[in-house]
C-alpha cells in the first residue's frame, strides 16, 4: 500500500470518528485534507499522525491528536474574516488550518527554532495570513488584538481572566484549565461585556502554559 493510498483510507477513518463524535464541518474537513499533516510530523512517528494520540516533536514539545485538534476548530466556528490568536504553534499544523478558516492568524510560540521551521512549512503551502512570533504566550498579544477568537494548546492553572481585554465583544477563547499534573478541563469562555460565559466542552491533558521565551532553542 503506498503512502498516499494509506493516507487516504487513515484520513477517511478520522472522518468517521469525528462524525461519530458529532463534528461534521465540511470546511474544517476540506482544511485538513488541502493540508498535508506528513509534513508536520516528524518522520520517525509519521505512522502514528492521523491517531487520535499526542505525538513527539522539536524541542521537547508534542503535537496534538488529530481528534482533538479538529474538536478544538470546529468548537471555534470560525468565519473568514475572524482575526485569531493561536497560542503554542508548535509544528504549526493547526496554524496553517487556522489560516485557511479564518481572516488573520496571529500564532505564539516560546521556541524560535518551532517557529522558523513552521514559518518555512507554510511558506512552502503559500499560507501568507499568518504571522508567527517567538513570544511568552501567557501574555497574550493585546498589542495585536482585540481578536475575534482565541486558542490555547497549553494547559492554563486557572481560569485566563487577563484574556477578556484581548477578546472582542463576543469573541470566544478555547483553552485548557487545570492542573500540570492531571486531567485538564477543555473550556470555552465567551465574551460577555467584561466577563467570560464559561461553557466545558471536554477533558484534556496537555502540557502546562510555560511563561517566557526559550533562550537558546
Known amino acids: 500500500m503506498t503512502g498516499a493510498v494509506a493516507d487516504r483510507e487513515a484520513f477517511a477513518a478520522v472522518l468517521l470518528r469525528l462524525r ?6 465540511a470546511t474544517l474537513f476540506s482544511a485538513i485534507e488541502a493540508t498535508p ?4 510530523v516528524p518522520v520517525q512517528w509519521q505512522d502514528g499522525m492521523w491517531l487520535d494520540r499526542m505525538l513527539p516533536i522539536a524541542c521537547g514539545e508534542a503535537i496534538e491528536g488529530i481528534d482533538m485538534q479538529a474538536k478544538v476548530i470546529a468548537a471555534l466556528a470560525l468565519q473568514p474574516g475572524h482575526r485569531v490568536l493561536e497560542i503554542g504553534t508548535g ?7 487556522l489560516a485557511r478558516l479564518s481572516g488573520r492568524v496571529l500564532s505564539l510560540d516560546r521556541y524560535r527554532t518551532l517557529c522558523t521551521e513552521a514559518e518555512q512549512r507554510l511558506a512552502a503551502l503559500g499560507i501568507a495570513n499568518a504571522i508567527i512570533r517567538q513570544a511568552d504566550g501567557s501574555a497574550g498579544a ?11 494548546w497549553a494547559a ?14 463576543g469573541g470566544v477563547m478555547i483553552a485548557p484549565v487545570g492542573p500540570a499534573e492531571g486531567v485538564q478541563t477543555l473550556a470555552k469562555l465567551t465574551k460577555l461585556g467584561s466577563r467570560f460565559e464559561r461553557e466545558d466542552i471536554g477533558e484534556v491533558r496537555l502540557q502546562p502554559l510555560a511563561r517566557g521565551v526559550a533562550a537558546t532553542l
Open 20 to 25: 461519530a463524535a458529532g463534528v461534521n464541518d
Open 37 to 40: 499533516r506528513r509534513g508536520f
Open 91 to 97: 509544528t504549526g499544523f493547526t496554524t496553517a488550518l
Open 142 to 152: 493585546a498589542a495585536d488584538g482585540p481578536f475575534d477568537r482565541i486558542v490555547a
Open 156 to 169: 492554563f492553572d486557572g481560569l485566563p481572566r487577563s484574556f477578556v481585554e484581548q477578546l472582542a465583544s
